[in-house]
């Protein structure tokens, strides 16, 4: 039996590197072909988390569903980033 949303998967299911292959969904017409880098985490409306990847040749961005067979660990350092390591000094909220 198939995890679930892992027919059309583009990422690895360990580490969530990608290759930039479609403009859109399906389509494959991208014709760059660099890495896409997992950069975040994303929690859609109907709370499904979805994997934001850059790419690493022309700075794409696009979301892409998780997988039901997605290693759960490497999806929550990735989700708890921002927070391990925060996008400015702490001290500037003056709550330290």
Known sequence: MQAPATAHR?????????????????????????AMEPVAISSRRDREWALMHRC?????????????????LVLMQLAVRPL???????????LL
Do not use: M, Q
Request: contains cysteine; aromatic residues 4%.
């Open 84 to 94: 391990a390591r925060p996008p400015f000094p702490l001290d500037r909220l003056g």
């Open 10 to 34: 583009t990422h690895c299911p360990s580490c969530f590197l990608s290759r930039h292959v479609d403009d859109a969904p399906g389509d494959r017409s991208a014709g760059c072909d660099a």
């Open 56 to 72: 690493r040749g022309c700075g794409t961005v696009h979301l892409n569903r998780i997988a039901g067979d997605d290693n759960p």
